[in-house]
């Protein structure tokens, strides 16, 4: 089936800073999410994306779709402490395929 | 206009037990579906169901486990037997016709002893 991989796995970072995180899959995605989770809590949607090269906003938060529509890239920028969590990268194959997760990149912000 | 709700939060059972989880999908939405996230990973696809009919159970494990969503009433996930590996948190989401972004509940967190 379709994997998503998603890099860094992990990041520290100093508050203020802007941080970049990308996801690639081997085959095409007709859809792209970034979902973000807190501990203990259920993914909540960030920044949805559905045409190749498109790029979105979402306050400090940029994300946009891959003109080879495999891979897709969410920056957040001036970082704050409560950006800390799990940012997960989604995507749909196609209308009727369900959605994919990466694994996520844990973000932890020190102050 | 609430959200996902799911219920229980927490959920505990002995091995062999029958575990059920509930969801009620947000106002409007008619597609519910069923994930599971273990510690430190991503979420699994499990099923993807709309009223009365499961549309997509590629993820769901062949045994034990079953969902539905009834015509009236929440969509329910339901475990037989349940043994230490189905210790996980499960996660619904629902979606509007359009099947594009899925919203999530806060998910149940079941622990088999």
């Known amino acids: 089936g379709q994997q998503l991989n998603q890099s860094p796995q992990s990041m520290f970072i100093q508050e203020g800073e802007d941080v970049s995180m990308n996801c690639t899959s081997s085959s095409i995605f007709n859809t792209w999410l970034w979902y973000k989770q807190d501990p203990g809590e259920g993914p909540v949607l960030l920044i949805a994306?559905?045409?190749?090269?498109e790029l979105t906003s979402n306050g400090r938060l940029t994300a946009q779709f891959g003109i080879t529509r495999k891979d897709s890239f969410l920056n957040i920028s001036a970082s704050i402490p409560s950006d800390v969590g799990i940012y997960f990268c989604?995507?749909?194959?196609?209308?009727?395929?369900?959605?994919?997760f990466g694994k996520g990149t844990r973000l932890s912000v020190i102050a | 206009n609430a959200g996902v709700m799911q219920n229980p939060r927490h959920l505990v059972r002995r091995r062999g037990q029958e575990a059920r989880l509930r969801c009620s999908p947000m106002?409007?939405?008619?597609?519910v579906y069923w994930y599971r996230q273990l510690p430190e990973e991503g979420l699994k696809f499990m099923v993807y169901l709309q009223k009365e009919n499961i549309i997509d159970e590629s993820g769901m494990p062949k045994e034990r486990f079953s969902a539905e969503f009834p015509k009236e009433g929440p969509s329910i996930l339901r475990i037989q037997q349940v043994v230490r590996g189905d210790s996980a948190a499960y996660f619904c989401?629902?979606?509007?016709?359009?099947?594009?972004?899925?919203?999530f509940g806060s998910g149940t967190q079941l622990s088999v002893l």
């Open positions: 989401a629902s979606s509007p016709p359009s099947n594009e972004k899925l919203f």
């Open positions: 994306l559905y045409k190749a090269g």
């Open positions: 106002k409007g939405h008619s597609h």
């Open positions: 989604a995507g749909h194959a196609s209308g009727n395929t369900p959605l994919v």
